[in-house]
């Protein structure tokens, strides 16, 4: 047998035909077999100097899992992983690997890279499906760790200072534990169940979950010192929506989508029974050009729209969704209108959504971004007939725990101020992480946050 694969392409990923998934919430991606797998895992070069390890934010030692796979260990792969990732299943799904570590990977240069985050979730599932139990620590160190928020960063943060023996409670303001994991992605990317058997393992570790309690309200943080826990780490996220402030936002028919997304992935709204419905819309327009716009489009043709529109102001170019999902949405039926931008959302006389009116736009000269601006096209404007609109135009973080807690610093979009190297806040033994740091990121961006502060945690209460 050739010790590599000298395929150019990645193996595909078998997947739901998207006639029939574009109607059901089932997962789309479904996984690659053992076969499969392996053969992917061939391609791997087995590089001297793996680029794609520096292109991981929590450093998975990529060649290494791989080269398990390849021998066909795959407890041996998902040990590997779990040395510095907690939420494997979960990465292996979400991950921007593309522009990651597979932007790295040399096989990319004349064909595509390998397939890092579907080896991910091969070895991930396959270990899941063994319900092997968590391994303990063996001692407690007798400190106390609260962490604030049971999303990406919170999660990962628990997960490493649990390893090393510490008490870790999280608070968590919703009933369930995830975060965004749960009301932010929808179930036919990231299986709920996927979410609970990860956040079980943490349990498993000895990690304690107070669900409804929200911090800056039911506690505040100085209550979390009095109470005698050593450090306490933020990883509250941003979930408070943006909008573009344009007249017919209150119109009935307009959600964030932060709210619409919520409902259908938290409390099912898509169900029959369902006590917080959502309303099911036959014309949809989506505002936004980001992962959680293709996700909000996606639910709404599963709801049962007959047309669902991404509304951009940029061109298909300037989309920052990750291509596969632009991809899949694509093949569901949504339309893009790109380079548009709303400008008014027209109400019928009972106040319900009947339309919306929008300008052409035409790129102009880069903006502090580095991408070119949008400029609005005169004489352009008309009106698209629609009776829901979801707006996706980013998030912020909640101020409730910066005004409830005296010295924190933030800066002028809300998000804590940390030190870059320690994540500390300018609270003592108070650290912070994720999207409450950095805004809207991606889920490994924030468990690489979590790890880098459970880091320095440990480092300072172990002095």
Known sequence: MAKFNMQLEKNPMPSQDPEVRKRNFEEVALGYSEETAVNEAMRCLECKNPKCVSGCPVGINIPGFIKKIKERDYDGAYDVISESSLLPAICGRVCPQESQCEKHCVRGVKGDPVGIGRLERFAADLRMSKNVPVSKPETKNGKKIAVVGSGPAGLSCAGVLAKKGYDVTIFEALHVAGGVLMYGIPQFRLPKEIVQREISNLKELGVDIETNHI??????????????????????????????????????????????????????????????????????????????????????????????????????????????????????????????????????????????????????????????RPVAKPGSEHVVDMDCVVMSIGTTPNPLIASTTKGLEVNKRGCIVVDEDTCHTSRDTVYAGGDAVSGAATVILAMGAGKKAAESIDKLLSK
């Open 215 to 372: 911090i800056g309200k039911t506690y505040t943080i100085d209550d979390l010192k009095s109470d005698g826990y050593d450090a306490i780490f933020i990883g509250s996220g941003a979930g408070l929506p943006r909008f573009m402030n344009i007249p017919g936002e209150n119109l009935m028919g307009v959600y964030s989508a932060n709210e619409f997304l919520t409902r259908i992935n938290l409390m099912k709204a898509y169900k029959d029974d369902s006590h917080t419905p959502v309303m099911k819309g036959r014309n949809v327009a989506v505002v936004g050009g980001g992962n959680v716009a293709m996700d909000a489009a996606r639910s709404a043709m599963r709801l049962g729209a007959e047309n669902v529109y991404i509304i951009y102001r940029r061109s298909e170019a300037e989309l920052p969704a990750r291509a596969e999902e632009v991809e899949h949405a694509k093949e569901e039926g949504i339309i893009f209108k790109t380079l548009n931008n709303p400008v008014e959302i027209l109400g019928d006389e009972n106040g319900f959504v009947k339309g919306v009116k929008c300008i052409e736009m035409e790129l102009g000269e880069p903006d502090e971004s580095g991408r070119r």
